[in-house]
C-alpha cells in the first residue's frame, strides 16, 4: 500500500535532481569554466550523466580512470546509455598495456589492435563520442598522431585502389595474411576480393574490385562469410605501432646512438638490424619503440581539442604513475647491467607530474571526480552515489 504517494514522491524528486544536476553541469561548460568538481562515486548515474552531457553539447567526452576495473564497469555502462552507434561502437576505449619492457615481453595481440583501432578513429575523426581510459595508459608514450595520418587508408566506392600498394601497406601495417580471414588483423586475397578484418570495425570487409576499382565493399560474418552490411568507405589503420615505413637508416641510427650510449659492443645490435634490414619483427621488439619514431608522443595528443575531460579519483593518478616507474627504474637498472638493449623509463612513460602538466595544458575543460566529504567546497556539484532503476 502506498500511503501519500510517497515513493511517487521520492522518484519524481530524484530525477529532478538529477535533471538539475546535469543542467548546471551544461551551465558551467557553456560559461566556458574550465576546472569542474563533481563529488560522489562513479556509479551508473556517472555513465548517464557522461551520455547526456555528450548528447546535449555534441563534443566528445574522454574520462580517465586510476583504475583498469573501474574503466571497464564504466564502459558497460557508457555502451547502454549511449546506445549504438553509426556502424561503430560510440564508446572508445584506449586500454591499459601490459608490457614490461624489461623482461622480453610482448603486449597482447588484441590489446595494440585495441589501442591502435581507438587512436586512428580518434585521428581520421570517426565517430567516438567517448573515449574511456586509465592514468597508467595516458602514461606510456605512443606513435605520434602525425604518423597515423600519413599511414591510415581510405577506401572508397567507385574509386580506384592500388592494390598492390595496398597490400603493402598491410604487410607494414602489421596484418598478416592468411587463406580464411576470421581474426582482427588479418587479410586474404583471392582473385578480385580483397577480405580485411580492421579492429576498427566489429566484422571484417570484403572489397569487390573490377580492374582497379573498387566495385563494392561488404561486411561478413566470419563463421557463415555471409554477407551482413555494406558501406562506401572503409578505413584501415596499423594493427602495430612499430613502423618501418622506409625509415630503416633512421632506426638503425637510433640504435647505435642507444647502444653506445649504455656502453654495449657492436656485435649486441648487428643480428637485431640485420633482422631489421629483411623486415623481421622480432619478438619484444615494442620495447624499443623510441627508435622507430622521430619522437613519441603522450595519448593526449591525440585527443580533439574541444573535448571535455572528466578524471576519476584524478589525485591518485601521480601515485599510480610514479610508483609504477619506480618499479621499471629498478628493471631498468638491473637490465643495463646485464648489457640489454633497452630504453631508460623516461623514454617509454611519462611521469605522474608530466602528465598533470599535459593535461593541464591540453585540457580546455575538465570535469574532477572525487569522494564526497563533509566540509568540500560548496561550489562543488554532488552527484547523486545512488544506482539507477
Not at 548515474?45 to 574503466?71: K, M, P, S, W
Not at 587508408?153 to 587463406?179: I, M, N
Request: hydrophobic share 40%.
Amino acid at each position: 500500500m502506498i500511503v501519500d504517494g510517497t515513493p511517487k514522491r521520492f522518484a519524481t524528486e530524484r530525477a529532478e535532481a538529477r535533471s538539475h544536476l546535469i543542467d548546471e553541469l551544461l551551465r558551467r561548460i557553456a560559461g566556458g569554466a574550465r576546472s569542474i568538481e563533481l563529488c560522489g562515486e562513479p556509479t551508473s548515474f556517472l555513465a548517464f550523466v557522461i551520455a547526456q552531457l555528450q548528447h546535449l553539447t555534441g563534443r566528445q567526452v574522454v574520462v580517465i580512470t586510476d583504475r583498469e576495473e573501474a574503466a571497464r564497469d564504466l564502459v558497460e555502462d557508457l555502451q547502454f546509455f549511449c546506445g549504438p552507434g553509426n556502424g561503430l561502437d560510440p564508446v572508445v576505449t584506449l586500454p591499459q598495456l601490459d608490457q614490461n619492457p624489461y623482461r622480453q615481453s610482448a603486449p597482447a595481440r588484441r590489446e595494440m589492435m585495441s589501442l591502435l583501432a581507438g587512436l586512428t578513429r580518434l585521428n581520421q575523426g570517426l565517430e567516438a563520442r567517448v573515449v574511456v581510459t586509465t592514468a597508467l595508459a595516458c602514461a606510456r608514450k605512443t606513435v605520434p598522431p602525425s604518423v597515423l595520418s600519413a599511414f591510415a587508408d581510405v577506401v572508397a566506392k567507385g574509386e580506384e585502389l592500388d592494390r598492390p600498394a595496398f597490400l603493402r601497406r598491410l604487410v607494414d601495417g602489421g596484418y598478416q595474411s592468411v587463406s580464411l580471414v576470421e581474426d582482427p588483423g588479418t587479410f586474404a586475397v583471392r582473385g578480385g576480393l580483397i577480405d580485411v578484418y580492421s579492429p576498427l570495425y566489429p566484422n571484417p570487409m570484403r572489397i569487390d574490385l573490377f580492374g582497379d576499382e573498387v566495385e563494392s565493399i561488404r561486411f561478413f560474418e566470419t563463421e557463415t562469410q555471409r554477407t551482413c552490411g555494406d558501406i562506401d568507405e572503409a578505413y584501415v589503420g596499423p594493427v602495430r605501432e612499430v613502423l618501418l615505413l622506409d625509415k630503416t637508416t633512421a632506426i638503425e641510427r637510433r640504435l647505435r646512438e642507444l647502444a653506445d650510449r649504455l656502453e654495449l659492443p657492436s656485435s649486441t645490435i648487428r643480428r637485431l638490424l640485420d633482422d631489421l634490414r629483411h623486415e623481421i619483427y622480432f619478438f619484444g621488439i615494442e620495447s624499443l619503440l623510441p627508435a622507430f619514431h622521430e619522437q613519441l608522443q603522450p595519448m593526449v595528443a591525440h585527443i580533439p581539442a574541444d573535448a571535455i575531460w572528466i578524471t576519476i579519483d584524478g589525485d591518485r593518478f601521480a601515485s599510480t604513475i610514479d610508483g609504477f616507474r619506480d618499479n621499471l627504474e629498478s628493471e631498468y637498472a638491473d637490465a643495463v647491467q646485464e648489457q640489454q638493449l633497452c630504453y631508460a623509463p623516461d623514454d617509454l612513460f611519462s611521469s605522474g607530474s608530466q602528465l598533470d602538466e599535459q593535461l593541464q595544458r591540453e585540457t580546455i575543460q575538465r570535469i574532477s571526480l572525487k569522494p564526497f566529504q563533509i566540509g568540500d567546497d560548496t561550489e562543488a556539484l554532488r552527484l547523486d552515489a545512488e544506482r539507477l532503476d
